[in-house]
C-alpha cells in the first residue's frame, strides 16, 4: 500500500473546497438571473437587488477563480514563442515573467489595500453591502497569485516543475 502524503491530500481537498466556492458563486448567479427574469417577464415587478447580487457573483467568482482554483497549466497564455524554445528558455521566460508579475502586485498592494479600505463609506445601492466587501477578493487574489509565483519561481529555478498528476476518483468526494 502506497503512503499519502498529507499535505498533498490536504492540498487537493482544499482545492476541491475553493472549486465548490467557485460553483457556489456561479450557481447563485444563475439563479438569481432566473429570478430577475421571472419576476421582470411574468410578473411584471423587476427585482432591484438582482443585479447587485449577480455582479457580486460575477466579481468573486472571476478573481476567486483565478487567484485560488486556476492552476498554472489551465491560465491561457500566448504561448507560440513560448511552444517554439527549448525547455532552459521556457524556464527563464517562467521565472522572468513570475518575477515581474510578483513585483508588480507587491506594489500594487499597499495601494490596493488603502482603496478597499476606503471604500467601506459607501454602500451597494440595494442591499447596502459595504462595498469594500465587494471589493476585497482583489486582495485574495492578489495574495494567492503572489503565493503561486513564488513558489513557481522557486520550483522553475531548481528545475522541478510540478507534475500535473490525474486525479484520483476516491479523492473526489
Known amino acids: 500500500m502506497v503512503k499519502k502524503n498529507k499535505w498533498l491530500t490536504s492540498g487537493r481537498w482544499l482545492h476541491r473546497r475553493a472549486e465548490d466556492v467557485s460553483v457556489a458563486f456561479l450557481g447563485t448567479m444563475f439563479v438569481v438571473f432566473l429570478l430577475q427574469i421571472g419576476f421582470r417577464y411574468f410578473i411584471s415587478r423587476p427585482l432591484s437587488w438582482s443585479e447587485e447580487v449577480c ?86 487574489f492578489a495574495v494567492a497569485l503572489i503565493v503561486r509565483h513564488c513558489r513557481l519561481v522557486w520550483v522553475t529555478f531548481r528545475g522541478t516543475l510540478p507534475e500535473s498528476e490525474p486525479a484520483e476518483e476516491a479523492d473526489r468526494a
Open 55 to 140: 455582479l457580486l457573483c460575477w466579481l468573486w467568482g472571476v478573481l476567486w477563480g483565478s487567484g485560488v482554483v486556476l492552476t498554472d497549466e489551465e491560465e491561457i497564455r500566448m504561448d507560440i514563442i513560448y511552444n517554439a524554445v527549448p525547455d532552459k528558455v521556457r524556464r527563464v521566460f517562467k521565472i522572468i515573467t513570475s518575477v515581474i508579475l510578483v513585483v508588480l502586485l507587491l506594489i500594487s498592494l499597499p495601494a490596493s489595500w488603502d482603496y478597499v479600505a476606503f471604500m467601506k463609506r459607501e454602500r451597494t445601492a440595494s442591499l447596502h453591502i459595504p462595498i469594500n466587501y465587494l471589493y476585497s477578493v482583489y486582495m485574495i
